[in-house]
């Protein structure tokens, strides 16, 4: 039987450009960074050893988010996947990295059948191969060895050839992700209008930064760090956080706070991870429990989201076609 790879990743990154090129096709691409179709397309490749390859909609901020999503869902619903290939376009590489962390996070459980591919590689005018080292050392640091660099001018059969290469020792298997590991696909959306905000605000997570800087000095002083002082203050900024931007988004719907939620706890966990580490063995366990909770206290619309992405995955699973 055919092996089975789906193609995942933000609008405008390159998915169906590659599609149309692996399977000889025509499906309408993303010109000028709309969104064309919600179907999800799947084909046969046409060159080399011959694959399934499955199109999805892009993971884009409109009316059609949990479409969207749950474009993505029903097909690894439907299909026993071999491979799952994260399209991702050639950006700075410290966004690239916070992707790669982000889509490894998600798909932790399936490592090994995770593929990264960087499109838009002509656009790096200097330094390739210096780039493509450091493009793959950051997936090797998420444990993932496989990564495909294209570019505009790669024909079908090169691809094809790039794809079979990554696909050979992969098995069919069925994919399924938890309730949050389908919710936490909702920040993968750039959603403008929390992103307005993030931006009005600055640095959300400056506060927490700025107090990670204060720890670490402190601790190399070799200062006594006092334990229920440092929660009480992290308690403090984080409410301060979440509470700034609620009010700013009042009358938002409860699916959108819940993207809110996401975004917020998304941007300040780097950070909130550092100040983890600084904290001394015997208290570490306590200490992740501790923020875990405080931030779970700021997550609002959860169900109503699982009700509507529950209903998007109902819609989809009929917009599968088989071309
Ligand atoms: N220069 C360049 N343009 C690309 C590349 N891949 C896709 N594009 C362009 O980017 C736009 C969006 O591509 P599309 O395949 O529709 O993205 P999708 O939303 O992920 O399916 C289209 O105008 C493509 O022609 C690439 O590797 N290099
Ligand atoms: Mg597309």
Redesign the pocket.
């Known amino acids: 039987m055919s092996k089975t790879v789906v193609l995942i990743?933000k609008?405008?990154?390159?998915?169906?450009?590659?599609f149309n090129k692996i399977t000889n096709s025509q499906q309408k691409?993303?010109?000028g960074g709309q969104?064309?179709t919600t179907n999800v397309f799947v084909k046969q490749s046409s060159y080399g050893d011959g694959f399934q390859l499955i199109?999805t909609p892009?993971f884009d901020s409109c009316s059609q988010t949990f479409n969207l999503i749950a474009g993505f869902l029903s097909a690894i619903d439907k299909f026993l996947i071999n491979r799952i290939m994260v399209?991702i376009r050639y950006d700075r590489l410290e966004l690239i990295k916070k992707e790669l962390i982000k889509y490894t996070e998600l798909f932790q459980s399936y490592k090994d059948k995770l593929t990264f591919v960087i499109?838009?590689?002509?656009?790096i005018k200097n330094d390739y191969l210096k780039n493509v080292n450091e493009i793959q050392l950051m997936a090797k640091q998420q444990k993932i060895n496989s990564v495909i660099f294209?570019?505009?001018d790669h024909s079908g059969q090169q691809l094809c050839q790039l794809f079979d290469q990554e696909i050979q020792a992969s098995v069919a298997q069925k994919i399924s992700l938890t309730d949050d590991q389908q919710l936490s696909l909702l920040d993968r959306i750039d959603n403008d209008e929390i992103q307005y905000y993030l931006m009005q605000s600055e640095n959300v997570e400056y506060p927490f930064i700025q107090y990670e800087r204060q720890m670490r000095k402190s601790c190399q002083q070799n200062q006594n760090i006092n334990y229920s002082q440092i929660k009480e203050y992290l308690k403090k900024i984080i409410k301060k956080c979440f509470l700034d931007c609620f009010r700013l988004m009042e009358q938002n719907e409860e699916s959108e706070k819940y993207q809110i939620y996401l975004n917020l706890k998304n941007q300040i966990k780097p950070s909130l991870n550092n100040i983890i580490q600084l904290i001394e063995k015997s208290n570490k366990n306590d200490f992740e429990q501790f923020i875990e909770q405080e931030l779970k206290s700021y997550e609002v619309g959860r169900n109503e989201c699982l009700k509507q992405l529950e209903q998007a995955k109902k819609h989809m699973s009929s917009s599968i076609v088989q071309l």
Request: hydrophobic share 30%; no cysteine.
């Open positions: 990743g609008t405008g990154e390159g998915r169906t450009t590659l691409t993303a010109a969104n064309v199109d892009g399209v499109t838009f590689m002509d656009y294209a570019s505009r």
